[in-house]
């Protein structure tokens, strides 16, 4: 019975909280209620289940880089498609703050898709794949984003080549992360 056993895990790792098992058993909590469509409590067990181990390894103690790879990952991937949904758009103000958000939420996505190759599993490959696509989606948004609709045609066209420019440069970095993945 897996509701049973959703149980069971909970309790084993209140109990046992330094027992290199709950990591297991945070991630297999993780994996029911994904099952079960629970998006929120499968992520908060995902979380638990990377914190146990780095509590474990700062502790001395045997961690489980397998199962905190694979609740990264999973965390990453939700946490990667909201960082896609932001857009650039106006008026001005609103733009400049999704841009800014959304260059916070790529150097925090970055910074944890180290962590996911830091595990060295086979989930940090697809680790430094996303980290290329980071780059590629700000240069997306970048290059899609929404010019204010200046009364001089010369100042449209001058905002439209800076943000191509910034685009390509935006792009190159991609390819550049892309290509230190190899």
Aim: hydrophobic share 30%; proline share 3%; no cysteine.
């Amino acid at each position: 019975n897996v509701d049973k056993a959703n149980e069971i895990y909970q309790r084993f790792s209140a109990r046992f909280p330094n027992n290199p098992r709950t990591i297991q058993a945070n991630y297999e909590r993780g994996k029911y209620f994904l099952e079960h469509g629970d998006l929120v409590q499968a992520s908060r067990e995902f979380s638990r289940t990377v914190t146990a181990h780095d509590r474990m390894v700062g502790r001395g103690l045997p961690g489980s880089p397998k199962y905190a790879s694979q609740a990264l990952a999973q965390v990453l991937e939700w946490e990667h498609a909201k960082y896609d949904e932001i857009q650039f758009k106006l008026p001005t103000s609103s733009l400049n703050a999704s841009e800014a958000e959304k260059i916070a939420k790529r150097n925090d996505l970055n910074e944890k898709y180290q962590k996911l190759l830091s595990f060295g599993q086979k989930e940090g490959y697809i680790g430094f794949y996303r980290m290329g696509l980071l780059d590629d989606e700000l240069a997306r948004a970048t290059y899609e984003q929404e010019v204010p609709d200046y009364n001089q045609q010369d100042r449209r066209l001058q905002a439209t080549t800076e943000i191509v420019n910034k685009s390509i440069i935006l792009t190159s970095v991609a390819s550049s992360t892309y290509e230190s993945g190899i």
